[in-house]
């Protein structure tokens, strides 16, 4: 059983970055980890996902060239850099572990809780 919590969501005007971290109370380095967004009235989508130990990422075309996945499966965390924010990307982002490389909502095995971000234009 793995646990995730999300942290580093918030306010952030357009063009303007956010970290957003993924800590997890299990061993992360046994599962693909993931980041996945919804916004209010629409699908959980993929963001990104990153391999066992970080040697593969996957990105939607989206944020390709604007957020960066990493782990640091030392202390069992994965992180989602975001730059160059948009007003589109404003939506709740959730972390996810045990999951296909590019993998779809209902193919993960465990969820966060959630963090709300919110780009102003």
């Known amino acids: 059983q793995v646990h995730l919590a999300e942290s580093g969501g918030g306010l952030v005007q357009a063009g303007g970055s956010l970290r957003l971290s993924c800590a997890a109370s299990?061993?992360?380095?046994?599962?693909?980890m993931g980041w996945f967004r919804q916004a209010p009235g629409k699908e959980r989508d993929f963001v990104a996902t990153i391999s066992r130990f970080g040697l593969s990422t996957d990105y939607a075309e989206s944020v390709k060239g604007r957020f960066t996945i990493s782990r640091d499966n030392a202390k069992n965390t994965a992180y989602l850099q975001m730059n160059s924010l948009k007003p589109e990307d404003t939506a709740v982002y959730y972390c996810a572990a045990d999951l296909p490389p590019r993998g779809q909502a209902a193919q993960v095995g465990y969820w966060g809780q959630g963090t709300q971000v919110t780009v102003s234009s």
């Open positions: 299990g061993r992360t380095s046994n599962y693909v």
